[in-house]
């Protein structure tokens, strides 16, 4: 369990050489789960104050140190059960409220089990001894380091302020450093993304046989919920469609922001599907457009030329190429189509990982410089081209899809056609 076969910890650590870093303390639970692998039901809570920290020496001959409460060293043993999913040098331990005072006790009654001994296994890797909280343990580490004096980034900066006093150092703000570390993928995250583009492949496939006249949105989306928490993906909420609902009691506007829906669906209403979930830490994030019985000849030629311009835009999908370029390509071909309106379409190019948008530019990276400026892709990147046409006229057609920057192209991660999604009309299904 040692951060040299870490091949993330190293990439932070090559970037803390070019900013002059000593060390870096992250306690953003993507920022710790993406240097050590380590993540718990804790963070899900969504408490403002961290429940675990990792730090990560420039000096590769010092520990890769992961902070957590001490009653959490089960899960460790449970994360690292199969694999080494949880990769460490050393361990500090704190409190956490009174579950590791009460952990310590042991139960008579209650027999030793594997876990119980893997666990204890692991006290070799623990360093010092128990702190009373989080903050006081990273200030023991970073003192037994001879990291005093010494200039250390944090992506947080209240955990610095409270260290200050017992280990005096010169603070850096590293969540721009982070962010363009998480944007280019190892070898293993790209692999484990692969697996993530099946589910998404199976979930959208789902979500579309859902459809059908007479449908309810809301069922439709529960049960995509449904699909999804019994293939270990967790929805986005308890909606699972970015897209869809209804304002007033009588409509369904499909490319409303998720809310809920009041009426059954009927022939010829448009649904995007956009499904967001995360497994393995990683983001699902695939679009399609559907359509309530058989499409007219219109709008079915124009959601092919939004097709033809989003393939288009993937040819660009290239080491080297600014995201920047690509909102005009989809543009130019729209209008030389003869598409209404086509300032209507919206481009995004984005990274994604542990995050929906992994934006490798300084923040506030989600404003307009995101597409404006946009950045230059790089190889082993993963990125989602969100490509959503908000037509008035004949009605919106969106599609998204993520793809991994190779040397020689983009390698698509979702397998699912780019095709319009035609749902049977109630007839049709009496028929069938």
């Known amino acids: 369990m040692t951060s ?70 089960g899960l460790v043993a449970v994360l690292n059960r199969e694999e080494e999913a949880c990769s460490f040098g050393e361990i500090r331990t704190f409190d956490m409220l009174n579950f590791c005072q009460v952990s310590r006790f042991i139960d008579p009654d209650r027999p030793v089990t594997r876990l119980a001994q893997d666990a204890t296994a692991m006290a070799s890797a623990i360093a010092g001894i128990c702190q009373p909280d989080i903050a006081t343990a990273v200030a023991a580490a970073l003192a037994d380091h001879g990291m005093a004096g010494r200039h250390i980034g944090f992506d947080e900066h209240r955990l610095s302020a409270r260290i200050a006093p017992s280990v005096a150092h010169h603070y850096s703000d590293v969540l721009d450093l982070m962010m363009q570390a998480r944007v280019v993928k190892t070898a293993d995250e790209l692999a484990r993304y692969r697996k993530v583009g099946l589910l998404a492949d199976r979930i959208i496939d789902h979500a579309g046989s859902l459809l059908r006249e007479g449908a309810d949105w809301n069922d439709v989306q529960a049960r995509i919920c449904d699909f999804m928490v019994r293939h270990a993906v967790i929805p986005v909420d308890e909606g699972a469609m970015l897209f869809g609902g209804a304002y007033e009691a009588d409509e369904f506007i499909p490319d409303l922001f998720r809310t809920r829906g009041n009426r059954a669906l009927r022939a010829g209403d448009i649904v995007i599907l956009e499904t967001q979930g995360i497994h393995d830490g990683f983001w699902v994030d695939i679009n399609r457009t559907a359509v309530i019985g058989p499409p007219s000849t219109s709008y079915r030629r124009q959601h092919d030329i939004l097709r033809d311009a989003f393939l288009k835009m993937v040819d660009q999908l290239r080491p080297g190429v600014s995201t920047a370029s690509l909102p005009q390509i989809g543009y130019d071909h729209l209008k030389a189509q003869g598409v209404a309106t086509p300032e209507k379409l919206l481009v995004v190019a984005h990274g994604i990982g542990l995050m929906p948008l992994e934006i490798p530019l300084p923040y506030p990276a989600a404003g307009l410089a995101g597409v404006k400026d946009g950045f230059v892709m790089e190889e082993n990147m993963l990125i989602s081209l969100d490509s959503l046409y908000f037509g008035a006229k004949l009605g919106p057609c969106h599609m998204e899809n993520v793809y991994a920057i190779t040397a020689h192209g983009a390698e698509p991660m979702y397998a699912a056609p780019l095709e319009l999604i035609e749902a049977p009309l109630t007839r049709e299904l009496a028929h069938a």
Not at 33 to 60: C, F, K, N, P
Request: proline share 6%.
């Open 4 to 73: 040299s076969s870490n091949p993330r910890a190293d990439r932070i650590r090559a970037m803390m050489v070019r900013e002059g870093l000593d060390a870096i303390v992250l306690s953003h639970p993507h920022d710790v789960r993406y240097a050590t692998g380590y993540h718990s039901i804790l963070e899900r809570w969504g408490q403002m104050e961290a429940m675990a920290a990792a730090i990560v020496y420039a000096d590769a001959e010092k520990p890769l140190t992961l902070v957590i409460p001490e009653a959490n060293l």
